[in-house]
């Protein structure tokens, strides 16, 4: 499965996507943000790729200023931005 992540700035506004992604029944997981990504508040959201498009409309209703990015998990296992 190919999955990527979004990196916050705000603790706060990670846990509220991903509880406003929960309730429209979208798989996703809270995760620490991944050194590689060099920055953010430690946690990000965890989604499949499939679920991108989804994931872009939530964050459009959201408008959270703390979105750091989307970024990949690439084939060798490191982290590429989107």
């Known amino acids: 499965m190919r999955e990527f ?3 916050f700035r705000s ?11 929960a309730t429209y029944r979208i798989p ?4 620490n943000t991944p050194q590689a990504a060099g920055a953010g508040c430690g946690l990000s959201v965890k989604m499949l790729l499939k679920n991108l498009g989804q994931a872009r409309v939530v964050l459009e209703r959201m408008r959270p200023d703390s979105v750091i990015g989307f970024f990949r ?4 296992g490191t982290v590429a931005p989107m």
């Open 28 to 31: 996703a997981r809270i995760i």
């Open 11 to 21: 603790r706060s506004d990670a846990m509220r996507f991903y509880e406003e992604v």
């Open 73 to 76: 998990f690439t084939e060798r």
């Open 5 to 7: 992540f979004i990196a």
